[in-house]
């Protein structure tokens, strides 16, 4: 995950600032749509089960070294999802420095595709790099704080940018591959993502002294929205179906309101307490 400037790790989930020197008073993007449920128990179970067979020290292992190997086993999902993760930022990262040199700003690209190769993934700068020329990405904002008052939440894009003459908003998964060799599917929940972007009212201008402006991409005519799956063997760019944004939306606001109901919950604190008999 990136790290914006006025985003904060809370009890509540990230939260955003409006800037450097305040505190933090809406939810992220991301935070709201993890108040849907994922159950992910099975994975867990087949991550930890997988390893435990694969392990080489299994075989005539004592019962004391097969309790260590359970219990190393038992977070297998955890460290695959970290690792996951910091994959996920390096690929990100080179994608933004990718869009910074296009923009004439201030870049690192040398360096973060130097630490992709450090780590063994050039494949995935070198997929993201033939599919930013094949479909002639022209960028316009990469890595844009945004903000959504009158619902209260804020974002991160990945890139707002010209594909085809249209303008895009777009947000970058990276993707491990199949068993068919190709990028595994982006999830539905990026609509949701992507929509809730699209609908912001305000964008960053300078952290510092929380300066904004109005969010340019939201009047005339509709972005056309994009999750852009990267992995080592193909980019695979899919477009928000514009007939489904509304649902999508609706969804995001009923979420938002459980995250503001479940922060006022918890701040109520304990809401049960012992009583005693009555009084005879």
């Known amino acids: 995950m990136t790290d ?30 993890a108040q849907e449920a994922q159950d992910m128990t099975g994975w867990a179970g087949h991550m930890a089960a997988t390893e435990l067979i694969n392990d080489t020290r299994l075989n005539g292992a004592s019962p004391t070294e097969l309790r260590n190997l359970a219990r190393q086993a038992s977070s297998a999902a955890e460290r695959f999802r970290d690792a ?17 040199a296009a923009l004439g700003q201030q870049n690192d690209h040398d360096t973060a595709r130097a630490t992709l190769a450090e780590h063994g993934e050039s494949g995935f700068a070198d997929r993201f790099d033939q599919w930013w020329e094949l479909f002639g990405v022209r960028p316009l904002a990469a890595e844009v704080t945004v903000w959504n008052q009158t619902v209260g939440y804020a974002g991160t894009l990945d890139l707002v940018a010209e594909i085809g003459g249209r303008r895009c908003i777009l947000d970058f998964k990276t993707k491990g591959v199949g068993r068919d060799g190709r990028a595994k599917p982006v999830r539905d929940s990026v609509v949701m993502q992507l929509v809730a972007g699209m609908r912001a ?35 695979v760019p899919v477009q928000a179906d514009p007939s489904c944004l509304r649902a999508h939306w609706r969804k995001f606001w ?10 006022t919950v918890t701040e ?13």
């Not at 996951?84 to 910074?100: F, N, P, S």
């Open 268 to 280: 109520q604190g304990r809401a049960l307490r012992p009583i005693g008999p009555p009084p005879q």
């Open 254 to 263: 009923a979420l938002r309101q459980v995250w503001e109901h479940s922060r």
């Open 201 to 235: 009212e305000e964008q960053l201008v300078d952290a510092a002294s929380g300066a904004w402006e109005p969010w340019p991409y939201r009047e005339g005519d509709q972005p056309v929205l994009l999750a852009v799956a990267i992995s080592e063997a193909e980019v």
């Open 4 to 33: 914006p400037q006025l985003a904060h790790a809370t009890e509540f989930g990230r939260m955003y600032s409006r800037s450097l020197s305040t505190a933090p008073e809406v939810p992220s993007i991301t935070t709201v749509i």
């Open 84 to 100: 996951a993760a910091a994959r996920g930022d390096r690929v990100h990262h080179y994608a933004e420095q990718v869009a910074l």
